[in-house]
C-alpha cells in the first residue's frame, strides 16, 4: 500500500509539472498534498498496529522541528505584539504550512515509507522511469513535435520575455525535473543508474 502510495505522489508530481495544469483543490491543499498525508496517516496506522518507525535521521527531524516551532512562535509575536502593518496571520499560516509542514511530511513519508532495500530500488527506479518521461515531453516540446502542456523556457527567460516568449531567443530549457542545468544534468545521472551501475 506504501509503495503504491509513493509511486502515485510521483506521478501526480510530474503529470502537474509536465501537463501544466494547477492540482490545487484549495488554499494549502492540492492533490499532493492529499496523497502526502494519507501516506503520513498510514505510517501511523502501521506504527500504532505494531510496525514502530525506527528513529533515523533524528537530526533531521529534530532540525524541521525546531524550525517549524521557530516560525510558528514568531509568526503570534509578529501578529499579536508587534503588529506588523498589512500583515496577516492566516496567509503567514499558510506558507508555514506550504514551506515547512508540507517538506516535513514529505521527507517523513518518503524516509519512513522505504522500509527495506528493495523498496528504496524500486522506488529509486520510479523516479527515474517518471523523470525520463519528463525528459522526453521537455525535449519533443522543444523540437516542436508536442504543443500542449507546460511551458518549457527556462525561469530566467521567462522572467526577461515577459508574456510572451521568443523561442528563439531562448537558449535553455526547463522542462518537468526543473530548470535549464537540472533538465541537462539528469539525463546524465540517468545512465549509470539505468544501465545497472551501482
Not at 509539472?17 to 502501521?46: P, R, T
Not at 537530526?59 to 516560525?71: D, G, K, N, S
Not at 522505504?114 to 523516479?127: C, E, G, Q, V
Request: hydrophobic share 50%; proline share 2%; aromatic share 10%.
Amino acid at each position: 500500500m506504501m509503495q503504491f502510495l509513493l509511486f502515485l505522489i510521483i506521478c501526480v508530481l510530474a503529470f502537474g509539472d509536465i501537463s501544466g495544469i494547477s492540482l490545487s483543490l484549495g488554499a494549502g491543499l492540492s492533490a499532493k498534498n492529499l496523497l502526502v498525508y494519507m501516506g503520513g496517516g498510514w505510517l501511523v496506522l502501521q506504527s500504532v498496529l505494531g510496525q514502530p518507525v525506527k528513529g533515523e535521521m533524528k537530526t533531521v527531524r529534530i532540525c524541521f522541528i525546531v524550525l517549524i516551532a521557530y516560525a510558528t512562535v514568531t509568526m503570534f509575536i509578529a501578529n499579536g505584539i508587534i503588529h506588523y502593518q498589512g500583515y496577516r496571520l492566516y496567509d503567514s499560516a499558510l506558507s508555514l504550512k506550504v514551506l515547512l509542514i508540507d517538506s516535513f511530511v514529505v521527507f517523513l513519508v518518503f524516509f519512513h515509507g522505504t522500509r527495506t532495500t528493495a523498496d528504496a530500488r524500486s522506488l529509486l527506479k520510479m523516479i527515474l522511469f517518471v523523470v525520463s518521461v519528463a525528459n522526453l515531453f521537455t525535449i519533443a516540446k522543444a523540437s516542436g513535435i508536442i504543443d500542449f502542456g507546460a511551458e518549457i523556457a527556462d525561469r530566467d527567460d521567462l522572467l526577461t520575455a515577459g508574456t510572451r516568449i521568443d523561442h528563439d531567443r531562448v537558449a535553455r530549457r526547463a522542462g518537468g525535473s526543473g530548470i535549464g542545468n537540472p533538465v541537462g544534468c539528469l539525463p546524465l545521472s540517468q545512465v549509470c543508474v539505468l544501465s545497472g551501475c551501482d
